[in-house]
C-alpha cells in the first residue's frame, strides 16, 4: 500500500515563493507518473503539474512559466516549486501517484493514490 505525504505548504505575500514536497512509501517510485493537484474552496480539484516516469512534464496554463515539477527518485519524492506566486494559487495541494500504465494526463481519474494535502496561501 503507497503512502503519500506532502509538505511544505504555508502562508506567504504575492509574488513569494515555496516549495513542496511528497515522500513516497513504496517500491518503483521511479516507475509512475506522479503529478500535483490543487483544490480551492468551492471548486473542483484541479490538475496542476505532472511529471512522466521518463521526466517530461506538463502544466497548466494559469502555472506555466512560475512552477517547476521534478522528482528524486532515489528519495522517492516528487517536488513543487512554486514562483511568483498569486491569491489564486490559494488551495489545498495534493500530491498524486498513477500506479498503472496507459495515457497519464492531469484528469482526477487518471490518479491511483492521493497525499493527505499541505495548505498554501497566498495573500494580496
Known amino acids: 500500500q503507497v503512502q503519500l505525504v506532502e509538505s511544505g505548504g504555508g502562508s506567504v505575500q504575492a509574488g513569494g515563493s515555496l516549495r513542496l514536497s511528497c515522500a513516497a512509501t513504496g517500491d518503483s517510485f521511479s516507475l509512475y507518473c506522479m503529478a500535483w493537484f490543487r483544490q480551492a474552496p468551492g471548486k473542483e480539484r484541479e490538475g496542476v503539474a505532472l511529471?512522466?516516469?521518463?521526466?517530461?512534464?506538463a502544466y497548466a496554463d494559469s502555472v506555466k512559466g512560475r512552477f517547476t515539477i521534478s522528482r528524486d527518485n532515489r528519495k522517492n519524492t516528487l517536488y513543487l516549486e512554486m514562483n511568483s506566486l498569486k491569491p489564486e494559487d490559494t488551495a489545498m495541494y495534493y500530491c498524486a501517484q498513477r500506479r498503472r500504465g496507459g495515457y497519464c494526463d492531469t484528469s482526477v481519474g487518471s490518479f491511483d493514490s492521493w497525499g493527505q494535502g499541505t495548505q498554501v496561501t497566498v495573500s494580496s
Open positions: 511529471i512522466h516516469n521518463v521526466g517530461s512534464t
